[in-house]
């Protein structure tokens, strides 16, 4: 099934079926390029009541190529960012693609062997990090007995104003090193030396590496998706293209507007797939503004600052994780804020439970879109429609213009199952990775070719429900099997986020002497919430079949979630051992 021909008759209106590759054959940089050339005045970074416009971005990303290829950095060579969202980010990056280099995008809460790792892995040769007490030593640590030769650190005093800056240093509010090894340099000092001139490198966008993207290792050691340039430039036109929005009440919906109508809200890490493509790309390539968030939990309560940034700054869109979603709907202080200016969310990375969808749009006023992608796919495969009368809720949507999804037999992954059956989810496009980095064998168990096509397994249990729409039913190692019945953890967690004091529920899969597998619940409760095991299985009694009901129920205050706010089933699973 292609979206050409896929089975539904609630394909968006106007929504072409693929994305001419004339468009897309480009390199990643070009979208900063595009955007200083047609909008060179037009703000691109909002930090902190600081603005740097596209024309400024587009100069010091060239400083930074020019920096670079002086400091040896070549076509091919890997180049690391270890920062938050921070507004040096977008330079950095489109700096070390100008420069011909490979971004290697590194969790800024990485532990200095984590970090280690992953600039072994890749082979970096040089690292851009925070000037900050806490990731600066990070750094400093991870480099050695690496490849790295230049380490860059990043203050953000010169992207503050002027007079918070002073008054920041005054103070000594504004977070720096206690000192600095010899040898590495100030990112400011840097770009000041370095002239805007960019070296001239030679990029087939189609074959030459951008970045390298480190999955999260739920599966061992983390593995590194070698990603093309033409991976992410296609997924950003697709997502234009897919986009429909009402931009005035009583508008019509059209694409995206581009030249500035829109701000992105950038909670999402840049250094993860999601918010590199479906935020900070996004919104370069359309010429739009982007606030900087580097952590959206800030405040008292938790995700207080970012709420006083969306009053502040009226952002229209919000790419967002489940979670995000559940800490907005469920702040103590929510309707003291003005969050009306939000008018689309896409939100993926985990699924969204529909409660949660719901009291989100009551309260803002939004309309959520659910999507699907991974890592190996830049990210996003699906999309559901952006419009509240065609989008399912529940739902991964249609494959994105362009893309071609199968779903598969369990065991080999060789033969497409018929409508309506449960298998896994393959994804054909050209958003699909190059591969795992220095990873053969791993490649081969992750690549079909059927019909002419390569195809990767995703992992992921799924279905084409009636309507077209693509259902994910779960992970292929969250399945559990209680006395032969297959319980997927997304259908009790659904249920479990209907109840009103449930702020956040897991489900996995325990050792059970007479079933073999058992289905434990962990439950995060709303604040000030009290409620009972009792409870609960009554309410379980009340909506779930028998077999799916959790046999175990552990109240816990904070359930595990990463960076990019999944939840970690893995780490749940790991304690019950």
Not at 124 to 149: G, I, L, R, W
Not at 180 to 208: C, L, Q, R, W, Y
Not at 415 to 439: F, H, I
Request: charged content about 20%.
């Amino acid at each position: 099934m292609v979206a050409t021909t896929w089975p539904t008759d609630q394909w968006p209106e106007g929504v072409a079926n693929d994305v001419d590759f004339e468009l897309y054959n480009k390199p990643v940089y070009s979208f900063l390029d595009d955007s200083a050339r047609d909008y060179p005045d037009n703000v691109f970074t909002i930090f902190n009541d600081s603005t740097r416009s596209y024309a400024q971005v587009k100069d010091t990303a060239d400083r930074v190529a020019n920096f670079l290829a002086s400091a040896g950095i070549q076509k091919g060579d890997r180049v690391a960012i270890f920062l938050p969202n921070l507004p040096h980010y977008p330079a950095i990056f489109f700096g070390i693609l100008k420069a011909g280099g490979i971004c290697v995008t590194c969790n800024p809460l990485y532990t200095a062997p984590e970090l280690n790792y992953q600039l072994n892995d890749a082979g970096a040769k040089a690292v851009f990090c925070m000037d900050h007490p806490q990731f600066y030593p990070t750094a400093v640590e991870a480099v050695k007995n690496s490849d790295v030769k230049t380490v860059v650190y990043c203050n953000v005093k010169s992207y503050l104003p002027k007079i918070k800056g002073f008054l920041g240093s005054l103070l000594g509010k504004i977070p720096k090193a206690a000192s600095h090894e010899a040898g590495h340099k100030s990112f400011d000092e840097i770009v000041a030396a370095a002239e805007p001139n960019p070296p001239k490198v030679s990029i087939t966008p189609s074959e030459d590496l951008a970045l390298i993207i480190y999955t999260g290792g739920t599966t061992g050691k983390p593995k590194g998706a070698a990603l093309y340039h033409t991976n992410f430039t296609y997924d950003v036109l697709a997502i234009q293209e897919w986009g429909r929005l009402v931009h005035e009440p009583g508008g019509a919906r059209e694409k995206m507007r581009k030249g500035g109508f829109h701000t992105y809200l950038g909670v999402l890490p840049w250094y993860h797939s999601f918010g590199l493509t479906v935020c900070m790309l996004s919104a370069c390539g359309t010429g739009s503004r982007l606030i900087a968030v580097p952590d959206p939990r800030a405040g008292n309560p938790p995700f207080t600052e970012v709420l006083q940034i969306v009053q502040k700054y009226k952002p229209t869109v919000m790419p967002a994780v489940p979670t995000i979603f559940v800490a907005f709907t469920n702040h103590p202080k929510i309707n003291e804020f003005d969050l009306s200016s939000l008018m689309g969310c896409f939100s993926g990375g985990a699924p969204l439970p529909p409660e949660v969808c719901k009291q989100f749009e009551a309260k803002t006023g939004a309309v959520i879109f659910e999507g699907y992608g991974l890592s190996e796919t830049s990210p996003v495969v699906t999309c559901n429609p952006t419009s509240k009368e065609n989008r399912k809720i529940g739902s991964i949507g249609f494959p994105i213009p362009g893309t071609d999804v199968k779903i598969l037999d369990l065991e080999t992954g060789k033969t497409e199952l018929p409508q309506g059956e449960d298998g896994e989810l393959a994804a054909s496009g050209p958003q699909v990775m190059q591969g795992y980095w220095n990873r053969p064998d791993e490649n081969q168990a992750v690549f079909r070719e059927l019909d002419g096509r390569r195809y990767f397994l995703t992992g992921d249990i799924a279905h084409v429900d009636e309507n077209g729409y693509i259902v994910i039913t779960d992970r292929k190692k969250d399945m559990i099997l209680v006395g032969g019945f297959n319980v997927y953890p997304r259908d009790v967690e659904d249920i479990l986020f209907q109840h009103p004091k449930v702020q956040l529920a897991a489900v996995v899969g325990v050792p059970d002497a007479k079933s073999g597998e058992a289905v434990k619940a962990f439950i995060s409760l709303k604040p000030g919430e009290q409620a009972t095991e009792e409870e609960m299985r009554e309410f379980c009694q009340e909506h779930m079949a028998g077999y799916k009901r959790p046999k175990h129920i552990e109240f816990k205050e904070d359930i595990p979630v990463s960076p990019i706010g999944k939840v970690l089933r893995r780490e749940l699973r790991d304690t019950e051992k």
